[in-house]
């Protein structure tokens, strides 16, 4: 589609519309963020004007010839002199497109083939589960079988990795069970080579978005060196894992709204259009692979409102024509999201259709719809009687089976009786028998006498199945909800006291009605306090093995929380009735899986003893993940960042900040700035806030997450930190440059310092490789090993 | 010279009698029936406590926040003459005679009821209209939840004090900006701002969102200084280093001076000693300095140590033996190394000694002159009671199975070599050649032949089974596990052993510690040290009867009671005055609207209100909504008990904003004289509502007079509310 490109040569015939650069004519009074303000046609200033050639002749010959038109931020100047002149300035091969010249694709092709030559070399080693491969490509073999499942991370990203193993002939028969199993003749490397596809296409992103920003080629040359020879994305990328995916869709979001952006001085154009809405459609992908695409959308939120109020201080815009604006993100940065998220999620549990392991975080409602699960096609007997045994599920979103078992509550909390509590899987300990309160279970177990039911408003005692204790509960504060009752098991087989005593109520039914299984909506009153029985969602702690709290709590507020359904139903004396249970819509669904993800994430907290990665140990690259291997004689992989790339960063996000303040003071008192340092810091300004934002929203939430947090979820921010390398550096060498203009040396510097940078991180590369590319040998605290002079950190463990 | 006798001496005082009245009405409110009742209410019996510590001198760590405001409460113990003589045990407990209960409630009160003349100020510095400003005090002054937490030895209305004392500091200051700056009165209210603020943030954590508040305001004040082209760079310069030296630097100093004094006061060893390092404690009179006195500093080869683990959570234990071995099998069937069990024990005992040995000597005396030990040598360390070695291997630990076990050697398996080699690593040296000193040094051990730490895995509080007398594992981690203080330790107890023979030997271990050298740690390293436990110290998390969620708040859907008489109906609840709040609600609401209406329309350069309306407009909503949002939403971030109370400084920045609005709708929406006078006639009516809840509500914020059942049952407004009604 040559309409969408704002910048590429391919759309030739297209670009004299498309360019980003304003023609001298444009309307006066708009101003646009992303594009220069119009120069006066004249010629750069020759010092800067061969500065990038010069850095980038060294890796593209092609470039060589480009000198005369090419300067550093020549793009734009440049364009409109082809286009005033046009066939180019006398040189037949350079094509009178904008922006042009050789340079950029070829640089843009280097990028992209030394990226995609870093990612898939070695692709099939170590061939063994590494890490949380043992996670996402069991999932993605879920979708393979059809089977249900449940993960805390929305669909798209493990949909994408079952169909990457489907399409690629992987059969879904391996079972995944831990690090270190072997593939045997399992296709792996389908699944593998999509996320380092994914992975690869990083690269060309950030360069295109650096470039976009800067328009500066070494400076997007930068941070695409930057990336590909960082160890920790390569690692990163090789293996089945969301994190690709994430990066995938978070920089293609960045990178279309960069595009849109300085494409905004032709708002509704089709190349406008696109980026628009290929925002959008990235915003949905980052979203449904992790709830961490939040962040990005909140960027892109961000930049949005901003260019919003932009637009709205323009007076020469209508207000119908901003009407139009806001409408049409509305639509693409809103509504399309919206509509593709739950798309996503309606192919997920179309294509899930079989029961599995996530069945018992949901309701019974959307259990029945899978296949094999006991409520499919459900047959049980349909009225509550006593002497059955049964389940209950609570019917707050995720709520789980009533359950009891051996362990008490620990002294001081409460009274020393057995715990019950709520848990979210299929157990025995979940069965409970009813028993009508006065009388025992002999007389019921003959199989000669007469079935009684339930009925609404009966006083009734459950017992539970496995310890035969009764359900009670009395004035003890529970462990948790200080406000609430404990509830407890008491009594020996069966025999309790009248603390036993519950009502039982079917909401909005009148008394004496029978209780239908799975449909009625139950609540349990007890008899001598007067509480209702319910869960309060919280998770007990280890006392309590992490299950959910059940109390009674004595506020009679009618919540989910405090209602109940029978969900399993044994009584051999009943005969077996086929339902068909209500069956749930599907926003009803959604709304439930995100409860269950929602609770499942903030469920992940990390152990007492554990020693958790901090949020401040990641800038510094203070320690690693082991991804395969522990011992000598294994194949280690192990996640760290390149140790000095990663200082450089972290180096210069303080440098750029000392950049920026001083830039904008300067701005604010109003200094006269030459153009081309104006130029300069607008690029500083406006380019790498935008960058500093992402940075800063993809890292500072993890400070304020009570969640375990690992190594690689710095990763999306240290995308933005390197492409703010890449701004920063470049913009700090022309600087540099700047004050010795009109001397070959200006251009030496510049050059030089270009050179330094990218050979010190080609160099660190060659020397830290073996972590990605896998390490066998001693380990590197042992002074045998090749590496052992590398461990710079005692915290690295290869 | 003498010319002042020429003249007569004039003085021209100028009373604002408003103000004047405001005072005494704040006081009267605040003031009024102090000292009832004489009882124990509510947090008192936490606050208490530390009155009473600080009159004995003994040192405390109150984990949930600065000491500032503790010594404030404890200024009005010692102005009304308490000894300190009292059991804080029980909510409602009866004071007894010696407790100056006036004198300690004296302090939070007045700060409360200064609060109401502070409002006055603030709207009138905002350039709001008298009647306004009158009307924001008056709110104030009847607002129930303010005065129950005003009148007892709490500390919000302290807090809430400093924060609108700084508040109105900057905005005089700024006022005077325009035409006096670096005069007197300018600096004075600069400094005030600096010092309020601390004297905030000291008070209580939460200071310090006010504290950020009011610094980003002048941030973005300097922001437009540095835009005006009237100001040179150098005279720009200076204003950025007045305000640098009276927004930063003082009140950091400030701070820890707050600290200063709390340590210099309190120098008696106390409750809390064994949170801090043994370090510390040996620098309290009493305690672990009866024990440390006087002992050698350098640990030599044939010394006797104990030895402490420096995490100290969750309790402070040490390096111990005893005889048991560790059991064959475990309950889960893996088996052990049978040996000498090595435990952490959190008790002083003789089986927590041990022998510093030179592995190339057989002796564990001293020699003379002492060989000192230092980083990097390798040595044993021999079980005072048993000489038995300490010793780890490649057997899995009891409780953590991917750790090393750690025992005493006993060479019951042949094909186990003993491996009871450690280096001493010193963590805090200066040089690689520094000696191990007693107390001051923090040493790893690490096992020469696996290169496994010592450490004590206690963190979960889990402790070994029955076998183990449950005490606390200790176990050797591999090294590459990274830096942590379970895997740290210091020597506590020391002494020169000087007994060749075993008998002799125990018989040593036995008897005290005695010699004589003296430890001070520098007031910085106390200070870092006493900050990090404050920071660092979680008390569990459980959910109070009445802790609430944060978005109770707003609705005040919660109440707390205070007190309850022991006999009568008579009770005190934090109860906010329901008018007011949801008034307060609706005027940050019309706010927001309005203002972001006037914004859009701004922006298309339609002016609704005259440019001199809405610069008061804009800098009274950043100090209103802004001193709101940032006082009341982190709540929803923090995972610690929530109460009503921690409301109370956003919900006085909400009530600020009522008139601000009020006076805005009057003069700008209400064109017409009709509408004005039907404004004002709504706005009587609305206020003596907001008396009239006031009123009715008073017996519960002063617990006077003892109401019956049906009245408490009629004052029962919402459901949630939780009045205690005693059962006849």
């Known amino acids: 589609m040559s309409a969408s490109d704002c910048h590429q040569p391919q759309g030739r015939p297209l670009t004299s519309r498309l360019g980003c650069s304003r023609t001298a004519a444009d309307p006066a009074g708009l101003h646009l963020p992303a594009c220069p303000a119009p120069h006066p046609p004249r010629t750069p200033s020759p010092s800067m004007r061969r500065a990038r050639p010069g850095a980038g002749a060294p890796r593209m010959p092609a470039a060589g010839g480009g000198q005369a038109e090419l300067g550093p ?69 879920y979708y393979i079988n059809r089977t249900f499942f449940f993960d805390v991370h929305p669909p798209l990203g493990k949909m994408l990795i079952g169909l990457a193993g489907y399409l690629s002939g992987y059969d879904g028969t391996f079972p995944f069970q831990k690090p270190g199993d072997r593939y045997e003749q399992h296709n792996y490397v389908g699944m593998r080579g999509f996320c380092a596809f994914l992975g690869s296409c990083l690269v060309p992103f950030a360069y295109l978005i650096v470039l976009e920003l800067s328009k500066s080629l070494p ?62 459609v990235n915003l949905a992908g980052a979203m449904g692979v992790k709830f961490v695409g939040l962040f990005v959308v909140l960027l892109v939120g961000l930049n949005t409102i901003y260019d919003l109020w932009d637009l709205l201080g323009n007076l020469s815009l209508s207000l119908v024509m901003f009407g139009k604006h806001l409408l049409a993100r509305v639509l693409c940065l809103i509504l399309l999201p919206l509509a593709l998220y739950t798309a996503m999620f309606a192919v997920h549990f179309t294509v899930l259709n079989k029961s599995g392991p996530g069945d018992g975080f ?133 025999t309790g006291d009248s603390n036993d005593f519950w009502r039982i109520e079917v909401v909005g039914r009148k008394a004496g009605k029978l209780i239908k299984v799975l449909r009625s909506q139950v609540r349990l009153t007890h008899v001598a306090t007067g509480c209702i029985l319910g869960s309060s969602g ?113 180096v210069t996000i303080g440098l750029y900040l000392l950049i920026a303040v001083s830039t904008a003071v300067a701005l604010k008192r109003g200094v006269q700035l030459t153009t081309e340092l104006e130029e300069l810091s607008r690029v500083v300004l406006r380019g790498g806030g935008q960058i500093t934002l992402g940075w800063l929203l993809h890292y500072l939430p993890f400070f304020m997450m009570g969640r375990v947090l690992y190594f690689h979820h710095y990763f999306p921010a240290m995308l933005f930190s390197s492409m703010l390398t890449g701004i920063t550096w470049d913009a700090l060498l022309k600087f540099c440059a700047g004050f010795l203009s009109h001397s070959t040396t200006a251009r030496k510097v510049y050059r030089g310092g270009f050179l330094a940078l990218v050979l010190l991180i080609t160099y660190s590369f060659y020397l830290f490789h073996p972590l990605s590319y896998g390490m066998i040998g001693p380990m590197a605290s042992d002074p045998s090993s090749p590496m052992a002079g590398l461990r710079w950190m005692d915290s690295w463990e290869f | ?33 102090l000292s009832y009742p004489r009882a124990v209410v509510f947090d008192e019996v936490y606050y208490g406590q530390f009155v009473s510590l600080y009159m004995k001198r003994i040192f405390f760590v109150d984990d949930s926040g600065p000491p500032f405001g503790n010594m404030l409460l404890a200024l009005g113990g010692y102005l009304g003459g308490f000894d300190g003589n009292f059991l804080w045990n029980r909510i409602g407990a009866e004071y007894s005679i010696n ?237 052990s190394s049978h040996q000498q069990q090595v435990t952490c024990y959190p008790f002083k005992d003789v089986n927590n000694w041990w022998i510093v040995k030179d592995p190339g000597m057989q002796q564990l005396v001293v020699s003379n002159p002492p060989r000192p030990v230092r980083h990097g040598h390798i040595v044993q360390l021999v079980h005072g009671i048993t000489t038995r070695y300490l010793n780890t291997h490649d057997v899995a630990a009891p409780l953590s199975p991917h750790s090393q076990e750690v025992s005493c050697y006993i060479d019951y398996n042949i094909s186990m070599p003993a491996q009871n080699l450690w280096r001493v690593e010193i963590l805090n040296r200066e040089s690689d050649t520094d000696v191990w000193k007693t107390i001051l040094s923090e040493v790893r051990f690490v ?5 496994a730490v010592l450490k004590a895995s206690a963190l979960s509080g889990a402790s070994l089974p029955e076998w183990g007398y449950r005490q606390l594992e200790v176990v050797g981690e591999k090294l590459s596990k990274g830096y942590h203080q379970s895997m740290v330790w210091n020597v506590e107890e020391h002494r020169y052993g000087k007994s060749q023979e075993q008998k002799e030997r125990e018989v040593e271990l036995h008897s005290p510690t005695q010699m004589d050298i003296s430890k001070n740690l520098s007031f910085m390293a106390k200070f870092t040290e006493l900050q990090w436990k404050i920071l660092t110290l979680k008390n569990e998390d459980t959910e109070h009867k009445y802790s609430s969620s944060a978005l109770d708040w707003i609705t005040m859907d919660t109440n707390i009671a205070y007190w309850l008489h022991p006999t009568s109906g008579a009770q005190i609840h934090l109860l906010g005055n329901i008018v007011t709040w949801a008034s307060a609600n609706v005027a940050a609401l019309v706010y927001t609207c309005l203002s972001l209406w006037y914004l859009v329309r701004r922006r298309r350069k339609i002016y609704d209100i005259p440019e001199g309306a809405w610069q008061p407009w804009v800098s009274a909503g950043g100090i209103c909504v802004g001193g709101w949002a940032v006082n009341y939403l982190p709540f929803f971030l923090m995972e610690k008990t929530l109460f009503l109370y921690h409301y109370l400084p956003a919900l006085t920045f909400q009530i600020l904003l009522i008139p601000i609005v009020l006076q805005h709708l009057s003069d700008h929406l209400c064109r017409s004289l009709l509408l004005k006078s039907m404004f004002s006639a709504l706005l009587v009516a609305w206020f003596s509502s907001v008396y009239l809840v006031y009123s009715t509500f008073s017996p519960v914020t002063y617990g006077e007079p003892a109401l019956s059942v049906t009245e408490l049952k009629d004052l029962r407004w919402k459901d949630s509310w939780n009045i205690l009604i005693r059962k006849q």
């Open chain 2, 447 to 451: 096992h020469v032949n696996t290169s």
């Open chain 1, 219 to 280: 400076a997007a040359l930068l941070a695409a060196f930057i990336l590909i020879f960082d160890t920790g994305c390569i690692t990163l990328s090789q293996y089945i894992l969301l994190d690709p995916i994430l990066m995938f869709f978070l920089m293609g979001a960045v990178l279309s709204m960069v595009k849109c952006n300085s494409c905004a001085d032709r708002p509704f154009s089709a190349s406008w259009w696109f980026w628009l809405s290929l925002t959008g």
């Open chain 1, 362 to 494: 949901f309701s019974s409602a959307f259990q029945s719809q899978l296949i094999g699960n006991n409520l499919h096609n459900v047959s049980v007997p349909e009225h509550l009687a006593y002497g059955s045994v049964v389940t209950m599920k609570n019917l707050r979103m995720a709520g789980g089976y009533l359950h009891s078992h051996w362990h008490l509550y620990p002294e001081g909390i409460g009274a020393r009786q057995q715990q019950v509590t709520a848990y979210l899987h299929k157990d025995l300990n979940n069965l409970w028998i009813i028993k009508k309160h006065d009388s025992d279970t002999a007389d019921l177990s003959d199989p000669s006498s007469p079935v009684e039911f339930v009925r609404h408003g009966d006083i009734i005692r459950l017992e539970h199945k496995e310890t035969s204790r009764n359900l009670h509960s009395h004035q003890h504060e529970a462990p948790l909800t200080r406000k609430h009752f404990q509830v407890t098991g008491y009594g020996i087989n069966g």
């Open chain 1, 538 to 650: 919280k998770t007990l702690p280890k006392w309590g093995w992490e299950q959910v709290e059940v109390t009674c709590t004595p506020y009679l507020k009618e919540s989910p929380n405090s209602l109940w359904n029978f969900e399993d139903h044994i009584n051999p004396k009943l005969p077996n009735i086929s339902l068909d249970v209500l069956k749930p819509s599907f926003a009803e669904i959604l709304l439930e899986s995100h409860m269950v993800m929602i609770r499942g994430n903030s469920g992940l907290k990390p152990k007492d003893n554990e020693v958790t990665s901090k949020p401040w140990h990641w800038p510094i690259n203070y320690q690693g993940l082991r991804f395969s291997g522990v011992n000598e004689t294994d194949y280690r992989v192990y996640l760290l960042g390149n140790p000095v790339i990663w200082w450089l960063n972290l």
């Open chain 2, 99 to 335: 407790v100056p209960v006036w004198s300690l409630r004296l302090l939070p009160a007045l700060a409360g009821a200064l609060c109401v003349p502070l409002a006055y100020q603030i709207l009138i510095e905002l350039q709001f209209s008298h009647c306004a400003a009158l009307g924001a005090a008056l709110l104030i002054l009847l607002e129930n939840s303010l005065i129950t937490q005003s009148r007892f030895m709490l500390l919000e209305s302290i807090l809430i004090f400093f924060i609108l004392l700084a508040v109105l500091s900057y905005l005089k200051f700024y006022n005077l900006q325009r035409h006096s700056s670096f005069s007197g009165s300018w600096w004075f209210w600069l400094l005030l701002t600096g010092v309020a603020c601390s004297c905030a943030v000291g008070v209580k954590y939460m200071g310090l969102f006010t504290y950020m508040l009011l610094l980003a305001i002048a941030g973005l004040h300097f922001w437009h200084m540095i835009g005006d082209q009237n100001f040179s760079n150098v005279s720009l310069m200076c204003h950025f280093l007045a305000r640098a030296l009276a927004l930063v630097i003082i009140p950091m100093a400030m701070y820890l001076s707050f600290f200063y004094v709390h340590l210099t006061l309190l120098y008696r060893s106390g409750p809390h000693d064994q949170i801090m390092t043994s370090a510390f404690q040996a620098s309290l009179e009493g305690g672990l300095a009866r024990i440390t006195q006087g002992q050698p500093l350098e640990v030599a080869y044939g010394s006797q140590i104990t030895l402490r683990n420096v995490l100290g959570k969750p309790m402070q234990c040490w390096l111990h033996s005893h005889t048991n071995t560790y059991p064959i099998r475990y309950e889960n069937g893996r088996g």
């Open chain 2, 1 to 33: 010279m003498l010319g002042f006798l020429k003249k007569p001496v004039v003085v021209t005082a100028e009373i604002n009698m408003n103000l004047m009245a405001l005072t005494v009405m704040g006081l009267i409110s605040r003031l009024w029936g």
């Open chain 1, 73 to 141: 931020r020549g793009g734009p100047l440049r364009q409109r002199e082809s286009r005033r002149l046009p066939g180019g300035l006398a040189r037949p091969a350079a094509p009178p497109a904008p922006s042009a010249g050789p340079a950029r694709p070829a640089a843009l092709a280097l990028v992209t083939l030394l990226s995609f030559a870093s990612r898939f070399h070695r692709l099939p080693e170590p061939p063994h589960v590494c890490w949380d491969e043992t996670h996402f490509g069991k999932m993605g073999s």
